[in-house]
C-alpha cells in the first residue's frame, strides 16, 4: 500500500507560469516532507523540505504548502524556467520508525517549454 | 555534487550470479541507505545502516543483503540475480537527526541479462 502518492506522472507547463506538484499521504506520523529533484542519469537531489508542525516553506522560486488535515502538500515553483525540467519526487519520513528513512512516491515529471 | 560517491556506475551481469555495490557516505554522515528503483517505479527503500549497525529494514528480499564497515562505507549484496532485478539501485547518507534530508549517489545501474 502506497503510503506517499503522486497522482500525476506528468506535468508541463510554459516557461514564466507557475508550476504546482502535488502529493498526498495517509501516514499521519510523518514528521517531515521533502521534496527532490531528479535529472536523468543523476542521484536525486534535496530540493526542500516542511516540518509537520508548519504549512509552509518557502526558499526563492520554490514553495512547499502542507494541508495536515487533508493530508497533502504541494511545490510551487514561480517562475518556472526550461532548467527545472526533470522528476520530482515527493518524500516523507517516518521518525516514529528508522529515524531517517524516506518513503518516496513515484514522481512527476515535469516539462518546462521555452 | 553530493559527496556520497557509488561504484560502479554500470553492471551487466547474467542470472543466478552475484554482485556487490559500494557506497561511500559524505564525510561525517553515519547513516547509509540503500534504495531501489525498477522502470517506472519510485524509489524504494531496502535498508539502512546507523554506525555499523542495520537500523532498519524495507522491502528487501533474502537474496540481498548489506553491512557497513568501520570506516562507514556500506555494500550491498545481491545473489542469485534473476531479470527482474534490474534496476538503478541508490545509496544516501545522512546525518540522521533533526535534519530530514539525505543525500544521493549517481545510482548504480544493474542489468541482469
Known amino acids: 500500500d502506497q503510503q506517499v502518492k503522486q497522482n500525476s506522472p506528468s506535468l508541463s507547463v510554459q516557461e514564466g507560469r507557475i508550476s504546482i506538484l502535488n502529493c498526498d499521504y495517509t501516514?499521519?506520523?510523518?514528521?517531515?516532507f521533502l521534496w527532490y529533484k531528479k535529472y536523468p542519469a543523476e542521484g536525486p537531489t534535496f530540493l526542500i523540505s516542511?516540518?509537520?508542525?508548519?504549512d509552509k516553506n518557502e526558499d526563492g522560486r520554490f514553495t512547499v504548502f502542507l494541508n495536515k488535515s487533508a493530508k497533502h502538500l504541494s511545490l510551487h515553483i514561480v517562475p518556472s524556467q526550461p532548467g527545472d525540467s526533470a522528476v520530482y519526487f515527493c518524500?516523507?519520513?517516518?521518525?516514529?520508525?528508522?529515524?531517517?528513512?524516506?518513503?518516496f512516491g513515484k514522481g512527476t515529471k515535469l516539462s518546462v517549454k521555452p | 555534487d553530493s559527496g556520497v560517491t557509488q561504484t560502479p556506475k554500470h553492471l551487466i551481469t547474467a542470472t543466478g550470479q552475484r554482485v556487490t555495490l559500494r557506497c561511500s557516505p559524505r564525510?561525517?554522515?553515519?547513516?547509509v541507505y540503500w534504495y531501489q528503483q525498477s522502470l517506472d517505479q519510485g524509489l524504494q527503500f531496502l535498508i539502512q545502516?546507523?554506525?555499523?549497525?542495520?537500523?532498519a529494514k524495507g522491502n528487501i528480499l533474502e537474496r540481498f543483503s548489506a553491512q557497513q564497515f568501520p570506516d562507514l562505507h556500506s555494500e550491498l549484496n545481491l545473489s542469485s540475480l534473476e531479470l527482474g532485478d534490474s534496476a538503478l539501485y541508490f545509496c544516501?547518507?545522512?546525518?540522521?537527526?533533526?535534519?530530514?534530508?539525505?543525500?544521493f549517489g549517481q545510482g548504480t545501474r544493474l542489468t541482469v541479462v
Open positions: 545502516y546507523y554506525n555499523g549497525e542495520e537500523r
Open positions: 516542511i516540518s509537520s508542525i508548519k
Open positions: 518524500a516523507a519520513r517516518n521518525y516514529g520508525g528508522s529515524q531517517g528513512n524516506l518513503i
Open positions: 501516514n499521519s506520523m510523518f514528521d517531515y
Open positions: 564525510s561525517g554522515d553515519l547513516s
Open positions: 544516501a547518507s545522512s546525518v540522521v537527526g533533526d535534519s530530514p534530508e539525505a543525500f
